[in-house]
Every structure is written in C-alpha cells, then in structure tokens.
C-alpha cells in the first residue's frame, strides 16, 4: 500500500478522560447489577456457551494477507465463548447484540501487554452487527452516562445522538442459534501497511428457525443441539482499509463498504462436535478473561474504542476476578 494514511490514529482531546469515567462507570454499573453472587462482566454477561474449536490458517495465502499469525498455514487450538451483549441477565427471546469472543492458544511471541507480554494467546472479538453503536469514547461515555441514569437524561441524549439511535435499533435483532449468525469486529487492527476490520462468517446448510415458544435459554439449547450431533464451522475473513477518508479509524460507528473492499478468507474455524453444557465448563467461561489487547504487534487494535478497551477491560476483570476470588489466567489447552 503506498497510501501511507491508511492504519493511522488521531486521538482527540480529552479521550483519556473520558476513558476513566467510563471504566468507573461501568464498574459502578456491575456493582449495581449483581448485589449478590457472582460479580459478572459489565456487558456480554450471560454466556450462551463456551466450546472447544480448531483456528487453520489458509494456505497459500496471498502476500498481502501473510502477517502475523496468518504467515504460515497453521492450526491453534481455541476457546471461543458466545453471549448476549446486554448488560443483564435476559431471556434469550429479547433482542440484542450476541458476540463471539476467540481465544487461540499456542501462540508465540511477546503480547502488547506487559503484564501478560509472555502470554501464548491471540484474541479476536466480534458481535453481530457490522458498526459499533457510537463514534467515539465521548460519546460512549455519554451513551453510558444516559442509560445508567433518568429518564430525562435518557431523552436528553437520544434526541441529540440520531445516529446512535439508529446504530442501535438496526443492531438488535433476534436470532435462532449462536452458530449460525455472522459477526464483526466494528473496530480496526493493524494488518502490515494499513488496518483491517474481521468478520465471522458460518456455513450454514439448514438455518435453525426462530422457536415458536422459546425458553429463556434456547440459544444454549441451540448449541448444545447442534453440537451434539455434528461440528460448525465458520470462514474468517479480513477486510483491508483501501480507503482513509470511506473506510476511518476512529469512527467504528461508519460501515466499511463491502463494496469497496471485500472480505477475505484468511482461516478456518472448527467448531468440534462435542458436549459442553457442564457446570464445570461454564465455571471455565466465566472466568475467563478477553481483550482485544491479548494480541500480537502485528494485530494491534486501532482507535479510540479499542485504545479505551484496553484500560477498561483491565479494569472491570482485574476487579471481577479479585471479587469473585478467582486467579486471572490466560488457558494453554484445551484441559479445564
């Protein structure tokens, strides 16, 4: 790429600000929400399930796709977790934002964080909508300021914040099966010379259909269903920044155009046939711990939203774990 724009951040003014009332915040908000129990995640809080899978980097990959843990065909064992995005605990008939968080294992090489720099594990996050749902972390902070107070200031907000509005209506939708839907990163990774954003995309033969009568649990029931019976599988795929101005870096809430710059296949995930409704396993899941920021150099996360991730989610698992009074480790394997 000779655009030499292209992967470049520009942090505003006042971001660190903004980052530090978010985390207190959202801790606020947790501390709130599970005033007995377990201290659960701020968002993303009910796991619909956390399963074994195989990550195999494609071979013969063109050389501008070859970085990082993509250069050289390779298969990771993985832990891949799915769950709600709400900050509550919800029937599973609501809508909402699901993600899938992606823990490989195995990996070589320093980590950017330094706590963790000798960790062997990449993570890669993504939901079920194609935009993160405000701009910045200004006006996350307000996003969250709003929500978590009344409901004058709820109006407030929303009457003045029209694209949040629709970014998040269009985002909450009702879904079948965990295993069948597409997700997003919304936010950019460095990738060589310019960024990408990356995409989840499942195969899928025969479509679960919504349940006429569904249970509070059924996308658990859904997964547990389909694999018990066979394994699922999912292309992951890369989209390249061609385009600086069309395609930016700190606005997450701006699609990247297909149009303009397609997803590419760059691996395989296999989701193993296997049972994993246990007790144990779901202990496992919740105490797990991801971040985008559990990453290689050549997957730097890129942006404001993801420069605030890093501090945040520090700050909200450091403080779960001590609560709940559970060691934060990174998994080498598949053992639990």
Same mark, same amino acid.
Do not use: C, W
């Given at each position: 790429m000779s655009d030499n724009t292209l992967?470049?951040?520009?942090?505003p003014a006042g971001e660190a600000q903004y980052t530090a009332d978010l985390?207190?915040? !959202? +801790?606020?908000?947790?501390?709130?929400?599970?005033?007995?129990?377990?201290?659960?995640?701020?968002?993303h809080p009910k796991m619909h399930g956390v399963v074994k899978a195989e990550f195999t980097v494609e071979a013969d990959l063109p050389a501008e796709l070859r970085v990082g843990i993509f250069a050289e065909a390779r298969t990771y064992q993985a832990w891949i977790r799915y769950s709600n995005q709400d900050?509550?605990?919800?029937?599973?008939?609501?809508?909402?934002i699901r993600g899938m968080a992606i823990k490989l294992m195995g990996v070589p090489g320093d980590k950017l964080l330094e706590s963790e720099r000798?960790?062997?594990?990449?993570?890669?996050?993504?939901i079920s909508t194609n935009v993160f749902v405000t701009k910045n972390v200004e006006e996350f902070d307000a996003l969250i300021k709003a929500m978590t107070g009344s409901i004058l200031s709820k109006i407030f907000f929303f009457a003045t914040h029209w694209r949040v509005i629709w970014n998040l209506v269009t985002? !909450? +939708?009702?879904?079948?099966?965990p295993l069948q839907m597409r997700y997003w990163s919304t936010t950019p990774y460095l990738f060589g010379n310019t960024a990408v954003k990356y995409s989840a995309i499942p195969h899928v033969r025969n479509p679960d259909p919504l349940p006429s009568d569904p249970g509070p649990d059924y996308l658990r029931q859904a997964m547990v269903r389909q694999l018990a019976q066979g394994e699922a599988l999912f292309d992951f795929t890369v989209q390249l920044q061609t385009n600086a101005d069309n395609m930016p870096i700190e606005d997450p809430g701006k699609e990247w155009k297909e149009s303009e710059s397609p997803f590419r296949k760059v691996a395989t995930i296999r989701i193993l046939q296997q049972e994993f409704d246990s007790e144990a396993q779901r202990v496992f899941g919740e105490n797990l711990s991801y971040t985008p920021w559990?990453?290689?150099p050549a997957h730097r996360p890129l942006g404001g939203i993801n420069r605030a991730r890093k501090i945040v989610y520090d700050a909200i698992s450091t403080f779960r774990?001590?609560?709940?009074?559970?060691?934060?480790?990174?998994?080498a394997s598949w053992d639990i």
């Open positions: 992967a470049q951040e520009t942090i985390a207190a915040r !959202l +801790k606020a908000k947790i501390i709130r929400d599970n005033p007995t129990g377990i201290m659960r995640r701020d968002a900050g509550t605990i919800q029937a599973d008939k609501a809508r909402d000798h960790e062997q594990t990449q993570d890669f996050i993504v985002s !909450l +939708k009702k879904f079948a099966n559990h990453s290689l774990h001590e609560y709940n009074k559970v060691a934060r480790k990174e998994p």
